[in-house]
């Protein structure tokens, strides 16, 4: 994907503090943010793309940076709208007190 679309590996950023997919988000802003990032690319599965959408507005749209979806072809159903919704709170709870929530998030 990144090769095609021109893109150096020197600019990837892989983060492997992350416990979920609001995590992802909360541990990698300040980051981001202290780099002067402004526009960011998230590239995962079709499946799970409104959910991440949904996070990165709430988390990064907080910060000021923009992103990019890229969607890569899966083979699973989309994620329901409340497993959406639930993380779009949990994004709404971190903002408010800089805590995830990360205990509300189901196992399956």
């Given at each position: 994907?990144?090769?095609s679309?021109?893109?150096?590996t020197s600019r990837l950023y892989f983060d492997q503090?992350?416990?979920d997919t609001v995590t992802n988000f909360t541990t990698v802003v300040s980051?981001?943010?202290r780099r002067g990032v402004q526009h960011v690319y998230i590239v995962t599965s079709d499946y799970h793309m409104?959910?991440?959408e949904a996070i990165a507005t709430v988390v990064l749209g907080s910060?000021?940076?923009t992103f990019t979806?890229?969607?890569v072809s899966g083979e699973h159903r989309q994620e329901s709208k409340l497993r959406v919704l639930r993380d779009v709170g949990r994004s709404a709870v971190w903002l408010?007190?800089?805590r995830t929530g990360a205990s509300l998030r189901s196992r399956s």
């Open positions: 994907i990144f090769q679309a021109g893109i150096s503090r992350a416990t980051d981001l943010k409104p959910r991440a910060q000021g940076i979806a890229i969607k408010m007190t800089g």
